[in-house]
T-cell receptor
């Protein structure tokens, strides 16, 4: 049971380049999330998904796109990278239940630098 | 949407002393308040949580209190140890208009336990 995994772990891009970050979970979770973590800003939600084929915007969605074609995978895309997107990106997943008691399980993070 | 404020942003304590981190939230619909610990270079992990129908919860050296009327909750760590050094995030979790869960994190508190 690998939990939540992220690919790649590190990446350096030039301004204007594109890339896709892959998140995979083997816990059969319905919910998946993408966050970015910047110094002094905490964890900010970029996009999230409540199930296969569905996505929704979070707090800071501009410049990012996502897709959830399979329940276990959640992809985060940067179409034209900008230096402001230099950050550590965390994927997370959680169960859905009627109650609000859902622990989020985080991936190890991807450190992205945009030059 | 939910707004979670957390303070202090940094906290240094002597080993064996207690540490208290405080958070306030804005959305009265929030009914679940998790706390995550992130060690240096690692992923955030849930350490304790509290539901809105409970005023206090303890787990060994850590405890969380919730005051729904004042919309604030706190993390208490007693008999601190060097391994408690980490960044701690509080979070509030309301359901949005679509009935979906979204977690809003505070900016984090960097706790340093001095041996």
């Amino acid at each position: 049971n690998a939990g939540v995994t992220q690919t790649p772990k590190f990446r350096v891009l030039k301004t204007g380049q594109s890339m896709t970050l892959l998140c995979a979970q083997d816990m059969n979770h319905e919910y998946m999330y993408w966050y970015r973590q910047d110094p002094g800003m905490g964890l900010r939600l970029i996009h999230y998904s409540v199930g296969e084929g569905t996505t929704a915007k979070g707090e800071v969605p501009d410049g990012y796109n996502v897709s959830r074609l399979k329940k276990q995978n959640f992809l985060l895309g940067l179409e034209s990278a900008a230096p402001s997107q230099t950050s550590v990106y965390f994927c997370a997943s959680s169960y859905y239940s009627e109650g609000p008691y859902n622990e989020q399980f985080f991936g190890p993070g991807t450190r992205l630098t945009v030059l | 949407g939910e707004n979670v404020e957390q303070h202090p942003s940094t906290l240094s304590v002597q080993e064996g002393d207690s540490a208290v981190i405080k958070c306030t939230y804005s959305d009265s619909a929030s009914n679940y308040f998790p706390w995550y610990k992130q060690e240096l270079g690692k992923r955030p992990q849930l350490i304790i949580d509290i539901r809105s129908n409970v005023g206090e919860k303890k787990d060994q050296r850590i405890a969380v209190t919730l005051n729904k009327t004042a919309k604030h909750f706190s993390l208490h760590i007693t008999e601190t140890q060097p391994e408690d050094s980490a960044v701690y995030f509080c979070a509030g979790e309301p359901r949005d208009s679509g009935g979906y869960q979204k977690v809003t994190f505070g900016i984090g508190t960097k706790l340093q336990v001095i041996p």
